[in-house]
Each structure stands twice: as structure tokens, then as C-alpha cells.
């Protein structure tokens, strides 16, 4: 469609962006099918354009049936890490001190309370994470999406409003109020 890009002058930003454009939707569609839930599937599809955002320069070198090879190989992979949370949740649940193995002082062993926190610490990121995506939907479309070229693709104002039709300082409102709207929900779930 729009690529191969060693004839484009097209930079990092501009591809992230392309490929957010096209692909989201498939994305989201594949990981709702395989994880058959909404909010699952609105994570993973944010992990996967964040795992295309870290290996852009990767992506500037290929064709466009690799990119899309190499996207939706970046949506199987957020999909297992869920899935796998998921399996650590469970276990997690599951877990408890009655049926932990004890030593001869009757206390829990280092390995096995080591790995429960590391179990915890990596749930309560998630939930950050996961809390954060929740924030972000609250916003309406328009700001959503002003949020995550700014966010995720570091454009500035004056690009954003170029790319969506819109004054720069309307898109500088815009993100203000809808900054301060994700950070009183953050501060909720944090302090709540």
C-alpha cells in the first residue's frame, strides 16, 4: 500500500504511525479472538504497537508483507504474556502459606517467598498498566487519539493539529485537560 521504504522519505514517527493507522484494527480483531475479552484486547493491542515502536528502525528496512509478518508476530507475543499473566494470577490465587513448604524453624522458604513477590511486584504493574489503558478510554476519540500522537509517538502540537485538521492551540487544550484527566484517575487508583 504505502511502502517500501528505501524509496520513501519516511522517518520513524511517520512509519509508527502508518502502521498504527492500518494495522490497529486487525490487531485489536486477532487479540479479541484470542483472548475473548475487551479489555484484553485494547492491552495487547496497545503492548503490541508499543513493541513496534521499540523495533521501528527494524521495520523502516523491511517490505511491507514482513512488517505485517513482524507486526502480528509482536500481537502473538502481548497476547501470550497475557496469557500467561493470567496463569500467574491463577496460581497466585491459588497460592497460600497452608501449603507452602516450611523449613525445620516452620518459616517459608527464600525461593518460595522470593517468587511471590516477584509474582505480586509483576501483577501490580500490570494493574498500573491496565488501569492507565482504562484512563485513556474515558477520553473521547478525538482526545485519544491527540493523546497517544503525543504519548506514543512524540509529535509535537503543531504536527498533531496538521495531521487531524485542527488549530494547534485547540490540540494544546485538548491535551491539557485530557492530561489532567489522566492523572486525577491515576492519583484515584493510587491514593485509592
Same mark, same amino acid.
Given at each position: 500500500?504505502?511502502?517500501?521504504?528505501?524509496?520513501?522519505?519516511?522517518?520513524?514517527?511517520?512509519?509508527?504511525?502508518?502502521?498504527?493507522?492500518?494495522?490497529?484494527?486487525?490487531?485489536?480483531?486477532?487479540?479479541?479472538?484470542?483472548?475473548?475479552?475487551?479489555?484484553?484486547?485494547?492491552?495487547?493491542?496497545?503492548?503490541?504497537?508499543?513493541?513496534?515502536?521499540?523495533?521501528?528502525?527494524?521495520?523502516?528496512?523491511?517490505?511491507?508483507?514482513?512488517?505485517?509478518?513482524?507486526?502480528?508476530?509482536?500481537?502473538?507475543?502481548?497476547?501470550?504474556?497475557?496469557?500467561?499473566?493470567? *496463569? %500467574?494470577?491463577?496460581?497466585?490465587?491459588?497460592?497460600? #502459606?497452608?501449603?507452602?513448604?516450611?523449613? &525445620? $524453624?516452620?518459616?517459608?522458604?527464600?525461593?518460595?517467598?522470593?517468587?511471590?513477590?516477584?509474582?505480586?511486584?509483576?501483577?501490580?504493574?500490570?494493574?498500573?498498566?491496565?488501569?492507565?489503558?482504562?484512563?485513556? *478510554? %474515558?477520553?473521547?476519540?478525538?482526545?485519544?487519539?491527540? #493523546?497517544?500522537?503525543?504519548?506514543?509517538? &512524540? $509529535?509535537?502540537?503543531?504536527?498533531?493539529?496538521?495531521?487531524?485538521?485542527?488549530?494547534?492551540?485547540?490540540?494544546?487544550?485538548?491535551?491539557?485537560?485530557?492530561?489532567?484527566?489522566?492523572?486525577?484517575?491515576?492519583?484515584?487508583?493510587?491514593?485509592?
Amino acid at each position: 500500500m504505502f511502502f517500501i521504504l528505501a524509496s520513501l522519505d519516511c522517518d520513524a514517527n511517520d512509519l509508527a504511525e502508518q502502521l498504527y493507522l492500518q494495522y490497529h484494527k486487525a490487531v485489536y480483531r486477532y487479540h479479541f479472538g484470542k483472548l475473548s475479552d475487551k479489555d484484553s484486547a485494547e492491552y495487547a493491542t496497545t503492548d503490541t504497537f508499543i513493541r513496534v515502536i521499540q523495533n521501528i528502525d527494524t521495520l523502516m528496512t523491511l517490505e511491507e508483507e514482513n512488517i505485517k509478518r513482524n507486526i502480528f508476530g509482536y500481537a502473538r507475543l502481548s497476547c501470550l504474556d497475557i496469557m500467561r499473566k493470567r *496463569k %500467574k494470577e491463577s496460581h497466585m490465587n491459588a497460592f497460600s #502459606v497452608s501449603n507452602a513448604q516450611k523449613n &525445620d $524453624n516452620d518459616e517459608l522458604f527464600d525461593d518460595d517467598i522470593a517468587s511471590s513477590c516477584n509474582i505480586i511486584s509483576e501483577v501490580i504493574q500490570n494493574e498500573a498498566l491496565e488501569h492507565l489503558v482504562k484512563a485513556i *478510554k %474515558k477520553l473521547d476519540e478525538r482526545a485519544q487519539q491527540i #493523546v497517544m500522537y503525543k504519548i506514543y509517538f &512524540d $509529535n509535537k502540537n503543531s504536527e498533531i493539529a496538521k495531521k487531524m485538521g485542527l488549530n494547534p492551540s485547540t490540540v494544546g487544550t485538548i491535551l491539557q485537560r485530557s492530561l489532567k484527566i489522566l492523572r486525577r484517575e491515576l492519583e484515584d487508583y493510587i491514593n485509592g
